[in-house]
């Protein structure tokens, strides 16, 4: 079955630690998506990546960093500069909005909780 | 940048109800996506609209663009528990990577 993934289900992090999502797609969608969502709120962009080895700062980037080196996976690592982790992260990917195929798919998402 | 702005923020219907949930944009939209989410889980693509006045269905669900691309629509015919669920409203802002900017999501509760 082709979907998206996302692992672990639910994280908890100790201050001062680094964590990493994960985040992987057998869609064969080039472009992929990490965002927030806290209570109350729609969902907000932190990164984007269009390519293999190429990503964008989203509207709230700070305190997190990205890497695309297989088109199917893009993990996110929440780090010690991010203070107030806690949330609701959503993976996305779509085919090619390049090419205006930009229809999101989104994967079960991982809950982060600040021990 | 965009906001979306969603009404009701909650709603809740007795099962056989119609509903209707709205979602306005202050600018013109390019794309306007409908999701589901059930509390904890991910998002289910509902459906896209981009024409003004355009308007699609799936199974129970109709949704509308008006024609000035301001404001869609969601609505709901005979609602079922199944139904129940948080929907969030997507503005497509026209960027060459598919920036979709979110509503805050309406709650839906149906009672049985």
């Known amino acids: 079955d082709g979907g998206i993934t996302q692992s672990p289900k639910y994280l908890f992090r100790k201050e001062g630690q680094n964590v990493t999502l994960s985040c992987e797609q057998n869609l064969n969608h080039d472009a992929m998506y990490w965002y927030r969502q806290d209570p109350g709120q729609g969902l907000r962009l932190i990164y984007y990546?269009?390519?293999?080895?190429?990503?964008q700062k989203g509207d709230i980037a700070e305190g997190y960093s990205v890497s695309r080196e297989k088109k199917e996976s893009f993990p996110l690592t929440v780090t010690s500069a991010q203070k107030n982790p806690t949330a609701f992260y959503l993976c996305?990917?779509?085919?090619?909005?390049?090419?205006?195929?930009?229809?999101?798919?989104f994967g079960p998402g991982t809950r982060l909780l600040v021990l | 940048s965009q906001e979306l702005e969603q009404s009701p923020q909650s709603l809740i219907v007795q099962e056989g109800k119609n509903l209707t949930i709205n979602c306005t944009s202050s600018?013109?939209?390019?794309?306007l996506y409908w999701y589901k989410q059930k509390y904890g889980e991910g998002l289910i693509f509902l459906m896209m609209?981009?024409?003004?006045?355009e308007e699609k269905s799936h199974e129970k669900i109709t949704a509308k663009l008006d024609e000035k691309k301001q404001q869609s629509s969601l609505h709901i015919t005979a609602s079922q528990p199944s139904h129940a669920g948080i929907y969030l409203c997507?503005?497509?802002?026209?960027?060459?990577?598919?920036?979709?900017?979110f509503g805050q999501g309406t709650i839906l509760t149906v009672h049985p």
């Open positions: 996305a990917s779509s085919i090619d909005p390049v090419a205006g195929q930009e229809t999101q798919y």
């Open positions: 997507g503005a497509d802002e026209g960027t060459s990577y598919g920036k979709l900017t």
């Open positions: 609209l981009q024409k003004g006045g």
């Open positions: 990546s269009q390519i293999v080895n190429d990503f």
């Open positions: 600018k013109t939209l390019y794309g």
